[in-house]
């Protein structure tokens, strides 16, 4: 099969499209002929080595984390799902889903309800779901302000319109470009750059109740102290959630998003697709042919809400 994989750390240089071998599904894995691929900034992260230590990499290995696909075979030990299944998923360890065949973690992977596309499919696992997981741990109560950093992005698309569900009032930082997205998902658009804080407390002068954050460094530092305090905090733990700056959360006293990875949460989330109370961002889709362009998207050029490759 084809694979578009790295071959060691590093950057673009390391990646291109090769011949594998085709998969075989071992114990509790099911084997999916590749119909969506997303793309995601921690796929870059993997790929220069700045995961290594939290995720499994076995060269070469394909770059992506999440699938949307046709079951072709399952593993032993493997029950609800059969050969023709439609379904999205987590890939299993040490394997990665740009390819013409994937291996997905059975206990990781979801029915595709029909009506949902599969490159809509393909973005629940890493960038849906965990802006689900992350309100989840938040647990803010109906009425409350959000303030979502790089609320453009993936993460933070999914964030504004699935908050927005839960009664939630959401701010969401992002470029000018970005706003007809962030606005169309119901949030208010803050514009960012110089200034982007102020602006912040113009329209929560009682401050915010919790903030997801996808951008990281000085602006993360920054939403702290937007926080309404001491409400919100639980444990000594702030009510912050960031997946885009690991050290400087914990640091602050906030804390990365617990991602829980299950079937059950995929298909709830899946549902909600379904049921047209949520629609992923995907601005982009490139042939499995063209990886290159989705990552270089990704990596370079901020594109709005999801990217992902097809087959």
Same mark, same amino acid.
């Given at each position: 099969?084809?694979?578009?994989?790295?071959?060691?750390?590093?950057?673009?240089?390391?990646? /291109?499209? $090769?011949?594998?071998?085709?998969?075989?599904?071992?114990?509790? *894995?099911?084997?999916?002929?590749?119909?969506?691929?997303?793309?995601?900034?921690?796929?870059?992260?993997?790929?220069?080595?700045?995961?290594?230590? /939290?995720?499994?990499?076995?060269?070469?290995?394909?770059?992506?984390?999440?699938?949307?696909?046709?079951?072709?075979?399952?593993?032993?030990?493997?029950?609800?799902? +059969?050969?023709?299944?439609?379904?999205?998923?987590?890939?299993?360890?040490? %394997?990665?889903?740009?390819?013409?065949?994937?291996?997905?973690?059975?206990? #990781?992977?979801? !029915?595709?309800?029909?009506?949902?596309?599969?490159? *809509?499919?393909?973005? $629940?696992?890493?960038?849906? #779901? %965990?802006?689900? =997981?992350?309100? =989840?741990?938040?647990?803010?109560?109906?009425?409350? %302000?959000?303030?979502?950093?790089?609320?453009?992005?993936?993460?933070?698309?999914?964030?504004?319109?699935?908050? /927005?569900? /839960?009664?939630?009032?959401?701010?969401?930082?992002?470029?000018?470009?970005?706003?007809?997205?962030? *606005?169309? &998902?119901?949030?208010?658009?803050?514009?960012?750059?110089?200034?982007?804080?102020?602006?912040?407390?113009?329209?929560?002068?009682?401050?915010?109740?919790?903030?997801?954050?996808?951008?990281?460094? =000085?602006?993360?530092?920054?939403?702290?102290? &937007?926080?309404?305090?001491?409400?919100?905090?639980? +444990?000594?733990?702030?009510?912050?959630?960031?997946?885009? =700056?690991?050290?400087?959360?914990?640091?602050?006293?906030? *804390?990365?998003?617990?991602?829980?990875?299950? %079937?059950?949460?995929?298909?709830?989330?899946?549902?909600?697709?379904?049921?047209?109370?949520?629609?992923?961002?995907?601005?982009?889709?490139?042939?499995?042919?063209?990886?290159?362009?989705?990552?270089?998207?990704?990596? !370079?050029?901020?594109?709005?809400?999801?990217?992902?490759?097809? +087959?």
């Amino acid at each position: 099969m084809h694979a578009f994989a790295f071959t060691d750390y590093g950057g673009p240089e390391v990646t /291109r499209l $090769i011949r594998v071998e085709d998969p075989v599904p071992a114990v509790g *894995q099911v084997l999916i002929r590749l119909h969506a691929s997303g793309v995601n900034p921690a796929d870059i992260k993997v790929r220069s080595g700045l995961r290594q230590g /939290r995720i499994p990499v076995r060269f070469p290995m394909a770059m992506g984390r999440e699938a949307a696909g046709q079951v072709v075979d399952v593993g032993p030990g493997v029950t609800g799902f +059969a050969a023709g299944d439609e379904v999205f998923g987590s890939t299993a360890t040490g %394997t990665g889903s740009m390819a013409e065949l994937v291996l997905l973690e059975a206990a #990781a992977t979801a !029915h595709r309800p029909s009506g949902v596309p599969a490159e *809509q499919a393909a973005s $629940i696992p890493v960038s849906v #779901a %965990t802006a689900y =997981d992350g309100l =989840d741990e938040l647990e803010l109560a109906a009425g409350s %302000t959000l303030l979502v950093l790089g609320a453009g992005g993936g993460v933070g698309t999914a964030a504004c319109g699935l908050a /927005r569900l /839960r009664g939630l009032r959401v701010l969401g930082v992002a470029s000018e470009s970005k706003r007809p997205a962030v *606005q169309g &998902l119901g949030a208010v658009h803050v514009p960012k750059g110089e200034g982007w804080a102020g602006r912040v407390r113009a329209l929560a002068p009682e401050g915010v109740a919790g903030v997801i954050d996808a951008v990281g460094g =000085d602006v993360l530092r920054a939403s702290t102290g &937007l926080l309404r305090a001491p409400e919100g905090s639980r +444990a000594g733990v702030l009510p912050v959630r960031s997946v885009a =700056d690991f050290g400087l959360v914990a640091e602050l006293g906030g *804390q990365t998003i617990g991602r829980r990875r299950t %079937t059950e949460v995929f298909a709830r989330v899946a549902g909600l697709v379904a049921a047209g109370h949520f629609t992923p961002v995907v601005s982009a889709a490139h042939p499995l042919a063209e990886a290159q362009k989705a990552v270089a998207a990704v990596e !370079h050029h901020s594109p709005v809400g999801n990217v992902v490759v097809t +087959a």
